[in-house]
């Protein structure tokens, strides 16, 4: 079975975990009003917490995962596509 997921979206918040683990969240919207969060692992989030901003338009590829009964989105890529027109 394929569990592949494609968003392409505006970043609304950056969010580091403060322990080293596999919890750095990215909230990502689709519409301009709900947010959805998306997982990365810690070698997956530091280029994200580098390079990318809030505000920023990117494309995210994932997986939907299975964590304490919830559905989660985790995340394996991220693609720059255009900056917001603030910067």
Do not use: C, W
């Amino acid at each position: 079975m394929l569990n592949q997921l494609i968003l392409v979206g505006k970043i609304t918040a950056i969010v580091k975990n403060k322990k080293d683990t596999d919890n750095n969240v990215v909230h990502i919207s689709i519409d301009g009003k709900e947010a959805l969060p998306i997982k990365f692992s810690q070698s997956l989030f530091a280029p994200i917490e580098t390079y990318i901003r809030v505000g920023y338009v990117v494309g995210m590829k994932g997986r939907l995962e299975m964590s304490d009964g919830h559905v989660v989105v985790q995340g394996e890529k991220v693609t720059f596509l255009n900056k917001s027109m603030e910067d």
